[in-house]
């Protein structure tokens, strides 16, 4: 396992908490945008203020479910959005939901 060697992903993400939501709202209902996000990933998250330097940007990926990302975009209206009080920007469950993650993230126990 020593010999690996480290990859950095740079990224910014500029999207605030209101942008986020309209954003998976979209993706849930669009389906134009999300077959223009799953072909063209740092395009598409670029107009929505979320900046992979071209070379760590991922070429393609999967989506989940309109469901679930509905089901996304509902949690980050709540309160307490991962079952926890954090202050995670919401840009990073773009992100989350932009690889494919099918579930959210488990709180920690007690």
């Known amino acids: 396992?020593?010999?690996q060697e480290r990859s950095w992903i740079e990224l910014r993400i500029g999207i605030t908490p209101?942008?986020?939501i309209e954003f998976l709202d979209a993706l849930a209902e669009d389906e134009d945008l999300r077959t223009r996000l799953e072909q063209n990933p740092r395009e598409v998250l670029l107009k929505h203020h979320i900046d992979f330097l071209p070379a760590t940007a991922p070429g393609t990926l999967r989506l989940p479910p309109h469901e679930t990302i509905a089901d996304y975009a509902?949690?980050?209206?709540?309160?307490?959005?991962?079952?926890?009080?954090?202050?995670?920007?919401?840009g990073y469950a773009?992100?989350?939901?932009?690889?494919?993650n099918f579930m959210w993230p488990r709180a920690a126990s007690s």
């Open 18 to 20: 209101d942008e986020a």
């Open 74 to 90: 509902q949690k980050l209206r709540e309160r307490e959005p991962f079952g926890r009080d954090t202050d995670m920007p919401h």
């Open 94 to 100: 773009v992100l989350w939901v932009a690889h494919g």
């Open 1 to 3: 396992m020593g010999d």
